[in-house]
């Protein structure tokens, strides 16, 4: 189960959701995840108001970059952990749309785009960053 709402709390930027996925023994699909940042009184969510994950069953391989089963598509490329990254969305490979910059982890760049199943086509570049400010949770 993963909760139906989560708090940021008040000058904080972010908050933590864990997803715990069931081992059940039974080969699955690639399943996707996808959180949405709703709009409060108080709080402007912004451009960016959704977030996507992929859960891969024990079993199988991560997967490399796919589109999924529900039409969102899983980015993944090889790096090395601890490097600065930014994430680049074009629709027409002329106007390129940049992301909050990001490091490497578990020596891959992963990331998957929720809004791809609402779009014709879509296109993305990665491109190296050295100063990458990470928020923490202090």
Not at 70 to 98: K, P
């Amino acid at each position: 189960m993963i909760p139906s709402s989560v708090t940021i709390p008040a000058g904080r930027r972010s908050a933590s959701i864990l997803v715990t996925p069931i081992d059940d023994r039974r080969d699955e699909p690639v399943e996707t995840v996808i959180l949405r940042l709703e709009e409060a009184a108080l709080y402007n969510v912004g451009r960016w108001n959704r977030a996507g994950a992929i859960v891969v069953d024990n079993d199988r391989p991560r997967p490399g970059p796919i589109c999924l089963t529900d039409r969102n598509f899983h980015v993944r490329l090889e790096g090395a952990n601890g490097a600065g990254y930014r994430l680049e969305i074009s629709s027409d490979l002329v106007n390129w749309e940049t992301l909050e910059p990001n490091m490497v982890s578990d020596d891959a760049i992963h990331f998957v785009d929720p809004e791809a199943s609402e779009l014709g086509a879509r296109f993305y570049r990665v491109l190296p960053v050295t100063d990458v400010e990470l928020f923490s949770e202090e």
